[in-house]
Each structure stands twice: as C-alpha cells, then as structure tokens.
Antibody, heavy 116, light 110 residues
Framework: EVQLLESGGGLVQPGGSLRLSCVAS????????MGWVRQAPGKGLEWVST???????YYADSVKGRFTVSRDNSKNTLYLQMSSLRAEDTAVYYC??????????WGQGTLVTVSS | QSALTQPASVSGSPGQSITISCTGT?????????VSWYQQHPGRAPKLMIY???NRPSGVSNRFSGSKSGNTASLTISGLQAEDEADYYC??????????FGGGTKLTVL
C-alpha cells in the first residue's frame, strides 16, 4: 500500500523560509516521479511542482525562483524548500505520487501558514 | 498557467446522473489525452477517480466515467449516491511540462 506522510508545516512570518518533507513507502520511490500540490483555505487545488524520476524539475510560475523541490532516494523522501514566503502561500501542501500524467496517490497534507 | 473552468456547483437526486464539465484551451485539454479527475471530501486528501480522460483506477466504481471533446472534458456520475457528495477537480498537463487544475465543482446530492 502506497503511503505518503508530509511534515514540516507550521507558522512562518512573511519573507521567511520553511522546508516540507514527504516520506514515502509501499512503492519504488527512486523510480517514481513525485509532486507537490497545495490548497489555500476554502480554495481549489493548485499544482506547485513536479520532480521527475529522471531528475527533471518543474514549477508553477507562482513559486518559481522561491521554491525548490528535491529528493533523497536513500531516505525515500521528497522535499520542498520554500523561501521568501508570502501570505498567499498559506495552504495545505500535499505530496503526491505522479504516474505518467496524473497524481495517483496523495498524502494527508501539511498546513503552512504565512502570517506576522 | 490559467486554471481550467468548472461550474462552481452541481446537484442531483439519488439515482440520477450528473455531468461536470471542465473547459480549457488548445494548450492543455485540447493538446493532450491526459485529463484526470479527483474527488475530495471535506477535510480529506484528494482521490484519483479518472485518468487519461476515461480510465478508472482499480477500486473506483464504474458509475464514474470520463470523456473529452476538443478543449472540454467531462465527468459523469451515474446512479448518484449520498457518498458521492464531494468536491471534484479536473486536471490536465499544460505547455512546458506544467500542470493545471480546474477551480473545483461542489456536488450536492439532494
């Protein structure tokens, strides 16, 4: 059974930084593409970033230059380093397994709140 | 990376069928046969319901079906059940290897 467990969320001031982690189990992590999707309170889903199994990375325009996705295959862990955080980055951040062209498994999410 | 357009809400009675539309452009839905649909109950993570326009993952009821015509994709739920009440989101690849989601549709089972 695929399991994805996010952590690292919390309250951070505008302009601050935070690193999210997603520990994966139940599948071959090193051979899988992964991604981050966020959901602002009461709003819809927004694609944030994708990390391909070959090392290619992609970002939404809204986070490009501020967020960096990375992975440690030895730890089965996906990361999202977020910097220069803004109030509009406040959201639940979901880690998801990306298979070919869709997200087939999702974690439960971690809440990031950007506020002074 | 503009969001795909979905109706804000749809409703139906138990046993009826409903269809949720998802309209994009020739750069996303129209360019790829990779539309996916996700169901999200309040306070829960999204769940994949349809992928590659019309394919169902193992374990998803065959009451859920998907289709696409031009720049518009559709999700149809037949034989509505109370448990189908949730938010539904469509998604598609877009240009430059990015992805885009729809704004979401709230399904109410009357």
């Amino acid at each position: 059974e695929v399991q994805l467990l996010e952590s690292g969320g919390g309250l951070v001031q505008p302009g601050g930084s935070l690193r999210l982690s997603c520990v994966a189990s139940g599948f071959t992590f090193s051979g899988s593409a992964m991604g981050w999707v966020r959901q602002a309170p009461g709003k819809g889903l927004e694609w944030v970033s994708t990390f391909g199994s070959g090392g290619d990375t992609y970002y939404a325009d809204s986070v490009k230059g501020r967020f960096t996705v990375s992975r440690d295959n030895s730890k089965n862990t996906l990361y999202l380093q977020m910097s220069s955080l803004r109030a509009e980055d406040t959201a639940v951040y979901y880690c998801a397994k990306y298979y070919i062209r869709h997200f087939d498994s999702w974690g439960q999410g971690t809440l990031v709140t950007v506020s002074s | 990376q503009s969001a795909l357009t979905q109706p804000a809400s749809v409703s139906g009675s138990p046993g009826q069928s409903i269809t949720i539309s998802c309209t994009g452009t020739s750069s996303d839905i129209g360019a790829y046969n990779y539309v996916s649909w996700y169901q999200q109950h309040p306070g829960r993570a999204p769940k994949l319901m349809i992928y590659d326009v019309s394919n169902r993952p193992s374990g998803v009821s065959n009451r859920f079906s998907g289709s696409k015509s031009g720049n518009t994709a559709s999700l149809t739920i037949s034989g509505l059940q109370a448990e189908d009440e949730a938010d539904y989101y469509c998604s598609s690849p877009s240009s430059s290897s990015t992805r885009v989601f729809g704004g979401g549709t709230k399904l109410t089972v009357l």
